[in-house]
């Protein structure tokens, strides 16, 4: 009984996999994003929880509806070439999952500001990267990548956008 439970689980998982990985991934981008973008203009905690909570709520919203129209297109066209799912995928459990994943992932940058940590900005960082690196370890479960480099690889693409919002947001705070 556990046995086919756990194998339908994963089944649903690997079928969700680029929802799930797509969503966290962005999650975790763009609201760190906001806090590095803020951080680095030096304006105030009180403007990284307002926006990056308005971000993780609308950007997850847009996130999961862009998905479940862009699965449902995919369904009415036939799929992805040849080696398209006998089966169709399900608009909205691609949505949820796309969701979950995002707001999961979208909320570690946030948290340390929420609770009102001294060295906010620094846990967020690093829980931010922690993120990152699972993200993609845990995409390796389902992938033939060794699970380092899978989470090393998206912690170098997180980071590079990361970096770059914290640049604009350094540079345009000079100017406001």
């Known amino acids: 009984m556990n046995k086919a439970r756990n194998a339908r689980l994963h089944g649903f998982f690997r079928y969700h996999l680029r929802d799930m990985v797509y969503g966290g991934f962005d999650g975790a981008v763009t609201t760190f994003a906001v806090?590095?973008?803020?951080?680095?203009?030096?304006?105030?905690?009180?403007?990284?929880?307002?926006?990056?909570t308005a971000n993780l709520i609308a950007d997850g919203i847009s996130?999961?509806?862009?998905?479940?129209?862009?699965?449902?297109?995919?369904?009415?066209?036939?799929?992805?070439?040849?080696?398209?799912?006998?089966?169709?995928?399900?608009?909205?459990?691609?949505?949820?999952?796309?969701?979950?994943?995002?707001?999961?992932?979208?909320?570690i940058p946030l948290l340390p500001f929420i609770v009102g940590l001294?060295?906010?900005?620094?846990?967020?960082?690093?829980?931010?990267?922690?993120?990152?690196?699972a993200i993609g370890a845990l995409k390796s479960i389902f992938t033939r990548a060794h699970w380092w480099w899978a989470g090393a690889?998206?912690?170098?693409?997180?980071?590079?956008?990361?970096?770059?919002?914290?640049?604009?947001?350094r540079i345009v705070g000079q100017f406001v």
């Open 35 to 52: 806090v590095a973008g803020v951080q680095g203009a030096g304006l105030p905690t009180s403007v990284i929880l307002i926006l990056g």
């Open 63 to 107: 996130m999961a509806l862009g998905n479940f129209t862009g699965t449902q297109a995919e369904n009415e066209a036939g799929g992805r070439g040849p080696s398209a799912p006998a089966d169709p995928v399900d608009p909205g459990a691609a949505a949820a999952m796309t969701f979950a994943a995002f707001v999961i992932a979208g909320v």
């Open 118 to 133: 001294e060295a906010a900005w620094e846990v967020s960082i690093f829980g931010t990267g922690c993120a990152f690196f």
């Open 153 to 169: 690889q998206t912690l170098g693409i997180g980071s590079v956008a990361a970096g770059a919002a914290w640049i604009a947001g």
